[in-house]
């Protein structure tokens, strides 16, 4: 597979703040592989049971709340297989997951972005990169097209943001669901981990994330791929993100009518929660990217989930460098990884008004969730597999 993956022409650094203005948070070590076939790790109790809140309760459930159309948040203090005894006296197809939480998908190894415009700095190749100027020249997206950030949150606050998060008109903050979306007073998002309307960042993965995506061109910082594009904060993360967290979250940017979805998590477990999640997402229409992982590992040999679904509109992301090749942290895989993109020393804002440079699958993932809102901007009729294969081929 070649790991030239773009070139419809997409970014400079036009209008932005010197590189050597970006604060450094230090280097890390090579990522070690985390795929060592270990069980995944869950919240303790917790299953999702494919059961309405009214069964899953007279099957003796503790119910925690409704995830998604299908499914169920329980408490259960009995084993798996006795779990799925209690849900089956309700229905006898009845089927339960325990709550696993994924991981976010960096490894940060600090250096400078060359992303957007590889001019052949700190010894790249020239024009590795994804060619955005002649993308802009095109558009740089319209604000009608939403790109939702499943993520640790979004610093709401931030510079390299104002202007470009989402607001729902339909709600004011008055302590009533005025839209009758079933959330209360989410004005800017919401928040699945904490079960609140703050989708405020936690760690910083996720306004990394999201400036990649759509950092307006404002003399500030750094700028997105999609620098006119709208960014919908879903709070699904602290360090881990539960499984029930994301399938909440791809379900309300469903429900808010997103264009695309960035995912830059994942881990070796399989979930059909999620996966009917996403499905419903992309015949809703959106376009879903996921990152493939950080572990050097091929996916195609040890599926790493979400990005090895393997649907149509699913966008898989390995991380390439300054010089067009493969990071030796990616995830790779001939069936599982649809793209490279950069990953490697890509600068974007962190928390706290600040700007850092950072290493890792999820960073490459937001660099195509860009492009997709861009293909989305010129032609909003583009289904998912359409802008996929766009992308990919």
């Given at each position: 597979m070649s790991w030239t993956w773009l070139s419809i022409g997409l970014a400079g650094l036009i209008g932005l703040s010197p590189l050597n203005a970006v604060p450094q948070l230090g280097s890390t070590p090579e990522p070690e592989p985390q795929s060592e076939r270990r069980a995944s790790a869950s919240v303790e109790g917790e299953y999702l049971v494919s059961l309405n809140t009214e069964d899953a309760r007279s099957a003796g459930f503790e119910v925690l709340g409704q995830v998604g159309d299908r499914w169920t948040l329980v408490r259960s203090e009995s084993s798996p297989d006795a779990t799925l005894q209690m849900a089956r006296v309700r229905d006898s197809q009845a089927e339960i997951e325990p709550n696993i939480?994924?991981?976010?998908?960096d490894e940060p190894l600090w250096e400078y972005q060359?992303?957007?415009?590889?001019?052949?700095?700190?010894?790249?190749?020239?024009?590795?990169?994804?060619?955005?100027?002649?993308?802009w020249d095109i558009t740089t997206g319209v604000g009608g097209v939403v790109v939702a950030v499943i993520d640790s949150g979004v610093d709401l606050d931030h510079p390299d943001l104002a202007g470009a998060l989402w607001t729902n008109t339909g709600e004011t903050v008055n302590g009533l669901d005025d839209d009758g979306n079933g959330y209360i007073d989410d004005t800017r998002g919401w928040d699945a981990f904490d079960s609140d309307p703050s989708p405020d960042d936690s760690n910083g993965h996720g306004t990394f994330v999201a400036t990649t995506v759509a950092a307006p061109i404002n003399g500030v910082g750094i700028a997105g791929v999609a620098p006119d594009v709208t960014i919908l904060p879903l709070r699904a993360?602290?360090?881990?993100?539960?499984?029930?967290?994301?399938?909440?979250?791809?379900?309300?940017?469903?429900?808010?009518?997103?264009?695309?979805?960035?995912?830059?998590?994942?881990?070796?477990?399989?979930?059909t929660a999620m996966f009917e999640a996403i499905q419903d997402a992309i015949d809703a229409g959106i376009v879903v990217v996921a990152a493939a992982g950080n572990d050097g590992v091929d996916i195609d040999a040890f599926p790493f989930y979400p990005a090895s679904y393997g649907r149509d509109g699913l966008i898989s992301v390995a991380s390439t460098d300054r010089n067009d090749q493969l990071s030796d942290f990616s995830n790779y895989g001939d069936t599982n990884v649809d793209v490279g993109a950069p990953g490697e020393d890509v600068a974007a804002g962190y928390v706290d008004a600040s700007w850092v440079t950072g290493s890792g699958t999820s960073f490459a993932a937001p660099h195509v969730a860009g492009v997709a809102a861009l293909i989305r901007s010129v032609q909003p009729a583009f289904g998912p597999a359409i802008v996929a294969d766009l992308i990919s081929s």
């Amino acid at each position: 597979m070649s790991w030239t993956w773009l070139s419809i022409g997409l970014a400079g650094l036009i209008g932005l703040s010197p590189l050597n203005a970006v604060p450094q948070l230090g280097s890390t070590p090579e990522p070690e592989p985390q795929s060592e076939r270990r069980a995944s790790a869950s919240v303790e109790g917790e299953y999702l049971v494919s059961l309405n809140t009214e069964d899953a309760r007279s099957a003796g459930f503790e119910v925690l709340g409704q995830v998604g159309d299908r499914w169920t948040l329980v408490r259960s203090e009995s084993s798996p297989d006795a779990t799925l005894q209690m849900a089956r006296v309700r229905d006898s197809q009845a089927e339960i997951e325990p709550n696993i939480l994924y991981r976010l998908t960096d490894e940060p190894l600090w250096e400078y972005q060359w992303a957007l415009e590889n001019e052949g700095q700190f010894g790249g190749t020239p024009d590795a990169d994804i060619d955005v100027a002649e993308a802009w020249d095109i558009t740089t997206g319209v604000g009608g097209v939403v790109v939702a950030v499943i993520d640790s949150g979004v610093d709401l606050d931030h510079p390299d943001l104002a202007g470009a998060l989402w607001t729902n008109t339909g709600e004011t903050v008055n302590g009533l669901d005025d839209d009758g979306n079933g959330y209360i007073d989410d004005t800017r998002g919401w928040d699945a981990f904490d079960s609140d309307p703050s989708p405020d960042d936690s760690n910083g993965h996720g306004t990394f994330v999201a400036t990649t995506v759509a950092a307006p061109i404002n003399g500030v910082g750094i700028a997105g791929v999609a620098p006119d594009v709208t960014i919908l904060p879903l709070r699904a993360c602290d360090v881990v993100c539960p499984l029930s967290a994301i399938v909440e979250s791809v379900d309300y940017a469903r429900q808010a009518g997103v264009d695309v979805i960035n995912l830059s998590l994942g881990d070796y477990s399989y979930s059909t929660a999620m996966f009917e999640a996403i499905q419903d997402a992309i015949d809703a229409g959106i376009v879903v990217v996921a990152a493939a992982g950080n572990d050097g590992v091929d996916i195609d040999a040890f599926p790493f989930y979400p990005a090895s679904y393997g649907r149509d509109g699913l966008i898989s992301v390995a991380s390439t460098d300054r010089n067009d090749q493969l990071s030796d942290f990616s995830n790779y895989g001939d069936t599982n990884v649809d793209v490279g993109a950069p990953g490697e020393d890509v600068a974007a804002g962190y928390v706290d008004a600040s700007w850092v440079t950072g290493s890792g699958t999820s960073f490459a993932a937001p660099h195509v969730a860009g492009v997709a809102a861009l293909i989305r901007s010129v032609q909003p009729a583009f289904g998912p597999a359409i802008v996929a294969d766009l992308i990919s081929s």
